[in-house]
């Protein structure tokens, strides 16, 4: 059974920072795409950064880029997203997700999803 798990979600205050983690089980990981897609309330789904499997590009919503930065361990499962220079703009529950094919910012094309950790950046 492929899992998902996600971590590191919290509550930081305009300006800090926070590391998420994405520990993946169940499927080959280095073969994936891995994706991060947030929900803020009141919101739809919107993509936040992804990196394609075969470490040819990284991809980041215009909102992020500069501050986010997406990495991965494939000897580990585990897929980061470091977080800088939060705002409160930011918050939402942000998902990890795993896809094969299909284009790396369009949640259409992902497969497999965690459940979501919440981030709260306080003012």
């Known amino acids: 059974q492929v899992q998902l798990v996600e971590s590191g979600g919290g509550l930081v205050q305009a300006g800090g920072s926070l590391r998420l983690s994405c520990a993946a089980s169940?499927?080959?990981?280095?073969?994936?795409?891995m994706g991060w897609f947030r929900q803020a309330p009141g919101k739809e789904r919107e993509f936040v950064a992804a990196?394609?499997?075969?470490?040819?590009?990284?991809y980041y919503a215009d909102s992020v880029k500069g501050r986010f930065t997406i990495s991965r361990d494939n000897a580990k499962n585990t897929v980061f997203l470091e977080m800088n220079s939060l705002n409160p703009e930011d918050t939402a529950v942000y998902y990890c997700?795993?896809?094969?094919?299909?284009?790396?910012?369009?949640?259409?094309?992902?497969?497999?999803w965690g459940q979501g950790t919440q981030v709260t950046v306080s003012s």
């Open positions: 169940g499927l080959a990981f280095s073969r994936y795409t």
């Open positions: 990196l394609h499997y075969s470490g040819g590009g990284t």
């Open positions: 997700a795993a896809g094969y094919g299909g284009l790396p910012t369009s949640a259409y094309d992902y497969r497999y």
